[in-house]
């Protein structure tokens, strides 16, 4: 026989036990810690069959051991549901079958507990199940214990009932989220000082892999609880904790342009100049976002508008680029200086990249340098002319900039035009007698990128302002390469390497651009730098209709190339209905 007092621990043939009373029966269980049985303890002076009484005091009893009661997948479910709808009575009926208070039917479901503690269960249900000996830690498929869910939820007393099970207020989900962090983000001022009393710690910062959890003052601080911030700021929260990837509360604050949170974190000492991991400060996010209000808040706090971030750009730059109007005058008083970020770009480049033409007027009248160019040798004007935004382009030139200067490519603001098919840059520059015939480092013309491109308006345009008609066009449009054709343009004209417009339309097999320039006379055997003919091509690509547009003007007659006489007959039998390519065996695209 085993001795026992209420609420005391047996010990007994090398066995521990824990003394659980369940009010509502009156009946003592001890359950074994180790293995996964239940014991009821029965008074020996009743008889059978009459109610178990609770023991009061120092007494003997006999232990019958009781297996956990094995349930079915339907059992576990109307288990589960019983504690979602609160029914306590049904929920104790089950424990006592004896059912093991942490089953569930797949371990990625909520335990029964945590079920009971958030919103679907209730306070009574809860109590069941812990004085059924419910581990209060044992977390979900999620990560997050009873806990988490109570303190989510804003559940006063069923944290209280955990917390007093002892749970463990650092237990975190897969997400990093854990009990006093889940409170200030819902807003539950209470649960928040309750787990403080129970010794939470106020900066607490789980360690996730693949997360970047916050300390509770992020999470108060990017859902805008003004009440529980200034609670937990009070209870001497670090104003300036970083989490995982450096943001800081203030961050948060500036992110969702809570003025009086901000001004909260500031009153309080956080580091207005703060960096997260990527180096952007709360000012460069304040800007980013364009809260100008926040911006002027953090400019009195004396935040530096000059710190840049890792890619070199500071708060001017980000809120150039998203043209905020207000929040750039405001960067731009006191301080008109406009650092190039690692790309070399300022915020003058930014403006005009995206077109934001308020905006490149207010940095023009700050004193912005016109002429900086950027690591790709590129103005402010020359990159509102390769993004398309004629305002800007009309703006800057207005602003004297040099309407002919080049890029690292050679490409001038016209160069760009005729590729993006800016036809009011185009004809602005056009007026400005900008040079038509300027060549870039490929020796491409204005007209030469138009035609490439298909832009048939633009080549039409620049062929009125006499620009050279002599194109090697290897893009394949056909009423452009007409176009130029009855401009008078050379048809055999070779670029840099050789190459003509004969040769790549056979490359590109471009069949109809082949034959408007065969008809146009094109030399079918003109060959390029490396000895090459239009007919190689056409064969290499296997692109047959061209070979044979090519044999019937004429072409393989003197192909000098290794082994071209044979491959000039075999083309020629049967119409040139042969294998091109494997004939001919030569690789590679013109010159």
């Known amino acids: 026989m085993l001795k026992i007092t209420a609420d005391c621990v047996l010990e007994g043939q090398g066995a521990q036990f824990h003394y659980v009373s ?45 297996s956990f009661f094995s349930p079915t997948e339907q059992q576990l479910t109307d288990f589960a549901s019983a504690i979602r709808l609160s029914q306590a009575s049904e929920v104790e009926r089950y424990l006592q079958l004896p059912l093991d208070p942490d089953h569930r039917t797949r371990p990625t479901e909520q335990t029964p507990l945590s079920l009971a503690a958030g919103l679907w269960g209730n306070l009574e249900v809860a109590s069941l199940l812990l004085e059924a000996r419910a581990n209060v830690n044992i977390p979900d498929g999620d990560g997050a214990t009873a806990l988490i869910w109570a303190c989510e939820d804003g559940l006063l007393d069923t ?20 009990a006093l962090g889940q409170a200030a983000s819902q807003g539950h001022l209470e649960v928040v000082r309750l787990l403080l009393i129970a ?3 106020i900066n607490f910062l789980p360690e996730v892999e693949d997360a970047h959890p916050g300390a509770a003052l992020h999470h108060a601080c990017s859902e805008g609880h003004f009440e529980i911030a200034q609670f937990l700021l009070q209870a001497r929260a670090a104003a300036s904790v970083p989490d995982a990837v450096g943001l800081t509360p203030l961050h948060d604050a500036v992110e969702i342009g809570n003025e009086e949170i901000v001004s909260l974190l500031l009153w309080a000492g956080a580091s207005v100049d703060a960096a997260d991991s990527l180096g952007d400060t709360p000012l460069i996010w304040a800007s980013a976002n364009g809260f100008s209000r926040t911006v002027h808040l953090l400019l009195e706090a004396r935040a530096q508008r000059n710190l840049a971030n890792y890619e070199g750009a500071t708060a001017l730059h980000v809120a150039t680029a998203a043209g905020y109007q207000e929040v750039v005058s405001l960067l731009l008083h006191g301080d008109k200086n406009s650092v190039p970020d690692i790309y070399g770009t300022t915020a003058l480049h930014w403006a005009a990249h995206y077109g934001h033409e308020e905006v490149a007027q207010l940095l023009l009248r700050a004193g912005m340098d016109l002429h900086s160019v950027d690591n790709a040798g590129r103005t402010a004007f020359l990159e509102a002319a390769c993004s398309g935004y004629s305002r800007s382009v009309r703006l800057l030139l207005e602003a004297k900039s040099d309407q002919d200067a080049a890029d690292n490519l050679g490409r001038t603001a016209l160069h760009w035009a005729s590729i993006v098919g800016d036809q009011e840059t185009l004809c602005m520059l056009l007026r400005k007698r900008a040079n038509v015939n300027v060549v870039d480092k490929q020796s491409t013309t204005a007209l030469h990128l138009a035609c490439c491109k298909g832009h048939i308006q633009v080549a039409q345009y620049l062929l009125l302002a006499r620009a050279d008609k002599d194109l ?65 091509y056409a064969a290499y690509r296997r692109h047959r209709r061209i070979a044979i547009q090519l044999l019937r003007a004429g072409a393989g007659k003197d192909l000098s190339d290794g082994g071209a006489v044979e491959v000039a007959e075999m083309l020629l039998e049967a119409g040139g209905h042969l294998d091109l390519a494997r004939n001919l065996g030569i690789a590679g695209e013109p010159v």
């Open 22 to 66: 369940l009010e509502r029966s009156k009946r003592p269980v001890i359950r074994e810690i180790i293995t996964p049985t239940a014991y009821h303890l029965f008074d020996p002076g009743l008889g059978q069959g009459e109610e178990d009484a609770r023991l009061e005091s120092l007494t003997e009893v006999q232990l019958v051991a009781l």
């Open 159 to 178: 944290a209280r009932l955990l917390l007093e099970a002892r749970a463990d207020v650092r237990a975190a989900d897969v997400d990093g989220c854990h």
């Open 199 to 201: 010794r939470a710690e």
């Open 472 to 536: 090697a066009d290897n893009a394949g449009y056909f009423n452009t390469t007409r176009l130029l054709l009855a401009s008078g343009a050379r048809r055999d004209l070779a670029d840099k390497d050789g190459g003509t417009a004969l040769q790549w339309a056979a490359y590109r097999g471009h069949e109809s651009i082949a034959y408007l320039l065969l008809e146009a006379l094109a030399n079918p055997s003109q060959p390029d730098g490396r000895g090459r003919q239009a007919l190689h």
